[in-house]
C-alpha cells in the first residue's frame, strides 16, 4: 500500500497502548479492505459474463414469443444496474486507502459506505428481485409452450424455491459478512484514533 511505511512510522512514534500493535491493525484494515474489494471485483466478472451471456442469447436464438425478449431486456436492464453500481462501490473501496492518515475521516467514509451497501442490498436489491422475477415470468410464457407440462411445473417450482434460499439465506448472509468486514474495519480504526494525531 502507497504510503504504508509512513504511516506506519507515525504510530511507532507515538505511544501505543498496551496490548495495541499500530502494524497488526493496519495490516488488518488493509487485509480487510483488500477482501472486500476482491470480492466485489469477482462479482463484477461474473456479472459481465452475464450480461455477455444474456446479449449473446438474445441475437443467437430464437425465441417464439416476444415476452422472451422483453424477459432478456429485462434482465439485461438489471444486471447493468447491479454491475455499474458494483463497480461505484469498487472503486469507492479499493481507492479509500489514502484516508488512513486520517482515522477519522476514514471511520467517517466507511459508515457511509456501510449504509449505502445496506440501502443497496436490502431496498434496492428487492426491486431487482422483483424485476428478475417478472422476467422469469414473462419466460416462462415461452416455457408453458415449450415444454411438457411437469418439466415446466417443475421448473417454476425450483425457481421459487432458488429465488427463497437467495433471498432468506444467501443474501442475509452476504450482508451480514459484508458489515462485519466493515465494523472491524471501523473497530479497529477506532482503537487507535485517539492516538493518532492528524497527518
Known amino acids: 500500500m502507497k504510503g504504508f511505511d509512513e504511516i506506519q512510522q507515525l504510530w511507532q512514534g507515538q505511544e501505543p497502548e498496551p496490548n495495541v500493535s499500530f502494524e497488526t491493525i493496519l495490516k488488518r484494515i488493509k487485509g480487510n479492505k483488500t477482501a472486500l474489494a476482491r470480492k466485489l471485483y469477482w462479482q463484477l466478472v461474473a456479472v459481465g459474463i452475464t450480461i455477455m451471456l444474456l446479449l449473446w442469447m438474445c441475437i443467437t436464438i430464437d425465441f417464439s414469443t416476444w415476452t422472451s425478449y422483453l424477459a432478456l431486456?429485462?434482465?439485461?436492464?438489471?444486471?447493468?444496474?447491479?454491475?455499474?453500481?458494483?463497480?461505484?462501490?469498487?472503486?469507492?473501496?479499493?481507492?479509500?486507502?489514502?484516508?488512513?492518515?486520517?482515522?477519522?475521516?476514514?471511520?467517517?467514509?466507511?459508515?457511509?459506505?456501510q449504509q449505502r451497501r445496506n440501502r443497496f442490498n436490502t431496498r434496492n436489491y428487492a426491486v431487482y428481485e422483483a424485476c428478475i422475477a417478472i422476467a422469469f415470468m414473462l419466460y416462462g410464457v415461452e416455457m408453458y409452450f415449450a415444454l411438457p407440462i411437469w418439466t415446466f411445473i417443475g421448473s417454476v417450482i425450483f425457481i421459487v424455491f432458488w429465488f427463497l434460499i437467495c433471498h432468506f439465506v444467501f443474501m442475509k448472509q452476504y450482508i451480514r459478512n459484508e458489515n462485519e468486514r466493515i465494523e472491524e474495519m471501523i473497530e479497529n480504526l477506532e482503537r487507535i484514533k485517539g492516538q493518532f494525531r492528524d497527518a
Open 73 to 113: 431486456a429485462i434482465m439485461v436492464g438489471c444486471i447493468c444496474y447491479y454491475f455499474f453500481n458494483q463497480i461505484a462501490d469498487y472503486r469507492h473501496i479499493n481507492t479509500s486507502e489514502h484516508l488512513l492518515a486520517k482515522p477519522q475521516d476514514y471511520i467517517d467514509y466507511l459508515k457511509a459506505f
